[in-house]
């Protein structure tokens, strides 16, 4: 078994700051995802990477930069934040070729 | 792209009623795997099928990969049950997740 950790839990910043989150896998898995979840929606895909230092764009990567530095890590960074996505942001992992793909327990953004 | 349609968007049912929920995809998947979330929580992975019929506990989920769709049935459904459910699917190679914008499904007493 394994584990996906985020950090931090809960992120409070204000409006125009650069916000990091990040994100430990130890499944020794290929592939990371960040997703940002807003209230009562589905799951946008924001970046992946398939590999370290891969870095791939998703549907929602304009307002945001990512980096992988290592296999097990991969940080998302929120470069100016906006009030209009405070959201929940979710990290996954999976094998190379495989979508069975595990979720880290979130980081919650609120932007003052 | 590749887009995921759930049906229903909403359901609503007794304790102990059968719950079916549909996924249905615009291209082919290789890959395809249902999620449940509770309100406030992460996901959960409930099945991983991308192919044929597949049962965990109360849970069965079948894909018919060449009609792109797949379904969950969750049969004598409890309160416990209640939360939201996604279907993700990933075509060859491409290693891009797609998610359906989920089924909420709400079982009452």
């Known amino acids: 078994g394994g584990i996906i950790t985020q950090t931090p839990k809960f992120l409070i910043g204000q409006e125009g700051q650069k916000l990091t989150l990040k994100c430990q896998q130890n499944?020794?898995?290929?592939?990371m995802y960040w997703y940002r979840q807003d209230s009562g929606k589905g799951l946008r895909l924001i970046y992946y990477?398939?590999?370290?230092?891969?870095?791939q764009k998703g549907d929602l990567s304009e307002g945001y930069d990512a980096s992988r530095e290592k296999k097990s890590s991969f940080s998302l960074t929120v470069t100016s934040a906006q009030k209009n996505e405070m959201a929940v942001f979710l990290c996954?992992?999976?094998?190379?070729?495989?979508?069975?793909?595990?979720f880290g327990p979130g980081t919650r953004l609120t932007v003052l | 792209g590749q887009q995921v349609q759930q049906s229903p968007a909403s359901l609503v049912l007794q304790e102990g009623e059968n719950a079916e929920l549909q996924c249905n995809f615009s291209?082919?998947?290789?890959?395809l795997q249902w999620f449940y979330q509770r309100p406030g929580g992460s996901l959960v992975s409930l099945l991983y099928?991308?192919?044929g019929t597949k049962h965990t506990g109360r849970l069965t989920s079948t894909t018919v990969t060449k009609e792109r769709r797949s379904s969950l049935h969750i049969s004598s459904s409890q309160i416990t049950d209640s939360g939201t459910y996604f279907c993700?699917?990933?075509?060859?190679?491409?290693?891009?997740?797609?998610f359906g914008a989920g089924t909420k499904l709400t079982i009452k007493p």
């Open positions: 996954a992992s999976s094998r190379l070729g495989g979508v069975e793909q595990y």
């Open positions: 499944f020794n898995h290929d592939t």
């Open positions: 990477s398939i590999t370290e230092n891969d870095l």
């Open positions: 291209s082919t998947a290789t890959q």
């Open positions: 099928n991308p192919s």
């Open positions: 993700a699917m990933e075509r060859r190679g491409n290693e891009k997740i797609t």
